[in-house]
T-cell receptor, first 112, second 108 residues
């Protein structure tokens, strides 16, 4: 069964910490994405990547960075976590043209 | 900037009814459009992808159509069942923008 796996289901971090959210896909997909989902705001794209070592900013990249050193792994980094980054984070991957779009189960991050 | 709007925000219908969910987008240069469902506390599951050369896609009781000229897509669900209860989201795939979703409840 093909999967997008996010390393943590729930995470609690302190303000100012550097936080790493990991996402791994086993489908050999070219594209990978990081979204956050908040009530009333819906899903918003943070960063995406079309290839290894490539990254593109989405709609809300401020306070975040990403790393894609291998095709199957896409990491989201919160450089200095803040309380307004408390959210549900969703990783996804797809083939070219949005085919095979698959989401992970999400990481609910709480920053205290 | 591409904006995607879904109406209604919530919908509750009795089991067995046919229903239509609507999605509108502001940028007619949309490449393709995708419909997802999301169950509470979970990730999204892709339902149907309508690519740029297509006008509709069907999967079982679901049918999605895309009219680029009017900036609209609809998701038609036939003979609704309680298991269809979920939030349905559309995405303009080129711009990677999601609508806020329609929360659907099917009452037994």
């Amino acid at each position: 069964d093909v999967k997008v796996t996010q390393s943590s289901r729930y995470l609690v971090k302190r303000t100012g910490e550097k936080v790493f959210l990991e996402c791994v896909q086993d489908m050999d997909h070219e594209n990978m994405f990081w979204y956050r989902q908040d009530p009333g705001l819906g899903l918003r794209l943070i960063y995406f990547s079309y290839d290894v070592k490539m990254k593109e900013k989405g709609d809300i990249p401020e306070g975040y960075s990403v790393s894609r050193e291998k095709k199957e792994r896409f990491s989201l980094i919160l450089e200095s976590a803040s309380t307004n980054q408390t959210s549900m984070y969703l990783c996804a991957s797809s083939l070219e043209g949005a085919r095979g779009y698959t989401f992970g189960s999400g990481t609910r991050l709480t920053v205290v | 900037k591409q904006e995607v709007t879904q109406i209604p925000a919530a919908l509750s219908v009795p089991e067995g009814e046919n229903l239509v969910l609507n999605c509108s987008f502001t940028d007619s240069a949309i490449y393709n459009l995708q419909w997802f469902r999301q169950d509470p506390g979970k990730g999204l599951t892709s339902l149907l992808l309508i690519q740029s050369s297509q006008r509709e896609q069907t999967s079982g009781r679901l049918n999605a159509s895309l009219d680029k000229s009017s900036g609209r897509s609809t998701l038609y669900i036939a003979a609704s069942q309680p298991g269809d209860s979920a939030t349905y989201l559309c995405q303009g795939a080129q711009k990677l923008v999601f609508g806020q979703g329609t929360r659907l409840t099917i009452n037994p």
